[in-house]
Each structure stands twice: as C-alpha cells, then as structure tokens.
C-alpha cells in the first residue's frame, strides 16, 4: 500500500517516513529535485522511501505516474506551491481530501479575508482595485486605510509584501510591484499591529484542535522577514481555549473541515486578526518542534488524514517534552554561499543547538528582505519556549553564514 507525497517541506520527511511504516503504508515521493531534501534523504536507511524524480508542474505527467503507481491510497501535499495541484490530483484519481475548492479559497488571501470579515472574524476587508490608474492609491487607501500592507494574494515565505505607512511608500510600492512576477494578484488590507503567531492545529470532521502556537519574531519594519520561532508559547489557560475557539470559527468559515493548518495571526490590543490560513503543517522546523514538543510524531495524523481515517492525534492525551526555538541565519550581504563558520562552538553550549542546513554550497543568495535568503536554521530545546529561544540566540549568535561576491567561486563549490 502507497502514500505519495507531491514534493514537500524542507524537513519532516524523515518523520513522515517512520509515520507511513509504523501505519504500514510505502511513502513514495514525487519530486522535481531530490536535492532539495539532501539534509532529510542522507539520514534514512537505503530504501526507506521510494522517490521518483519528473517534472511536478506537469500535471498530465503526474497524473499518469500516479495512476500506474500499485496500491497509492493516498496523497499528501504539504507546500504552498503544490497545494492546488494536489487537490485537483487527489479528486481526478479519487483519493481521500478536502474539498478542492477550499484549498483554492485558502491559496487566495484577499478572498480569505473577505470571507472572514463576512463571518464577523476580521475588521478589515481586502481592496483588489490595485490595476494601474491615477485613482488607484487613493482607492485604496480609502478601502483599506493607512498603515496598509500590499501583498500577493498567492505568496509565500513573505515575499512580495510591502508595509505602506504613507501615501508616498504606496506610490513607491505599487510601482515596485509592477515589476515582479506574482503567484496571484496584487491587493491590500489593513496593517494589524502587534506580535505575530501561528497556530498549529489539526481538524476533522468539523472539529477543531489547537496543538499549540508558535511564536513568530519578524525583522524591524518595513520588512516581514521571519528570523525566530518557538513552540509552544505559554498562553494562560483562558487565553489558549479562546484562541482555540476563535481558530475554529475561522476555519469553519472558510470550510475547512479536515487536516493540519497553520493560522498566522496577529495579537492586537483589540483581539486577534488573521494573516493568513494555510492548508498544512508549519514549515521550517515547526513539524520538528511540535513532535518533540508534544512528545509524539505528528505526521502520523498526517497519514491517516492522506487515508481518510480520523487521525488518533484529534483524541490523544499528549504526553509532552521539551519546548524548542529555532533561528533563521541569514548572510549579511547576498552573494554565493560559502559555508558557515562557528559550528564548533556550538558543541557545549546549552540546549543542544543544531545547526539545520538549507543551502549548498556555490548557491546564490540573492533576497535577503525575506525567507529566500536563509542559508540553515540553529534549533535549541529548554524547559519552556522563552528559554529555547534564549538559547538558540546564542547558539546563532557564535555562527556567521558566509557568502562570497556573485561571480567569484565560493571555498568547495
């Protein structure tokens, strides 16, 4: 019996592999380039998984591999990028999934928001009249006030996301966005001050669990670069079943019945607002610290949601473990990666920081205004995630990602 996976995060996949087994269930994993997850593949035993390397975007072409794949029960599609794609695969082949036209709601921000406000779940609506015209900043900011945020309705990992706090930065910031390829369309909505959050929740049939909350500590304005986060945050206990309550209404508003979600939301003075809701699990070593955290694998529910069965996650008394943090490193300057230094001195130190590589070697970091420009992650565990995250501070702070001027060859690239 066979779960595929179309792509997937950068981590857990080695996790999802042990969920599959233990499930007794084959993972086979559907990738345009394996070497994306050389950190997750180099530490499995040979033959753990099956993966199968062809184009992902060519969804005849996928369609059909599934098809000829012996006993797949399953999908899974764990990214933005693919998340569409797997939903119109998981209804052609008539495998177990959520309602395809949910997904698609959830990869369009602006109707996410617009259908939240409906339901009395958000002050603010979202302005989509941002086409080229003389009248077109003083319409939004009409509909959507100052200070606005300007995003693609389609984006991911922040970028193509502009804080306008005047009407000049708006002018700046739709005339930037002219030239960028967007996943979507471009619109507007209200700036929400306060910190930033994800909620980590999991969801069948209607009802809602909140695993936990992630803290998510972004870069100074005017960029939403996120830098550091830990889990779980220590809410009092009429705050967390609030917050579970209110993340259950909005899920239910957008119709969404069924799998793991992480809700960004911000803690305003007046109550929380979403950011955004996307139809997985969280990336970068969320997945990691919720297991560990929680002390069980969750991608076992990840599974048994793949199979159409209630996964035993929604009922299980969580025994619990360390809380953890992790930090983002990014260079100081773009160019071609050329290793990190430091990593000795991380032996030691407290918390067992890890360093997490993304990048290789020879590759070019251009972006540093969002998550693009991360070379690895340090991860650090404490008692609780305030500690974790002092501790994987100072673990990052002993490492210095290197890069070296574009056009000169990075040390072994």
Known sequence: MTVACLESLTFGLGRLVRAADLLGERLLLLTGDPAHYA????RLPAGALDVVVTDTFDMERTAGLLRRTPGLRGLISSTDTWTPAGAGLTERLGLPGLDPAVLRLTRDKAAVRNRLHDAGLTRGRAATGTGPGP???????????????LKDTAGTGSQNVWLVRNEGELGAALAEASGRTLKGR??????????????????WDGRTRLLGVSSRLMSPEPHFREEITAFPVAFPAPRQTSLEHWLSRVLAAIGYTDRFAHVEFVLTADGPEVVEVNPRIGGALVGESMCRALGVNVYEAMVEAALGRRPRLMDTDLPGGPAAAFVLGYPAAPGVFAGVTGLDRLTGMPGTPAWYPVRRT?????HLDDSRGY????????ETAEL???RAVAAANVLRVRTVPAGREAPGG
């Open 375 to 382: 070379a690895g992650i340090v991860y650090a565990e404490a």
């Open 388 to 390: 974790a995250t002092h």
């Open 186 to 203: 471009l619109f507007a909505e209200p700036y929400f001050p306060g910190p930033v959050y994800s909620a980590e929740t999991l969801t």
């Open 39 to 42: 950190y997750e593949l180099d």
């Open 362 to 366: 020879g590759d070019l970091i251009e």
């Open 135 to 149: 009248g077109t900043p003083g319409l939004l900011i009409e509909e959507a006030g100052l200070p606005l945020v």
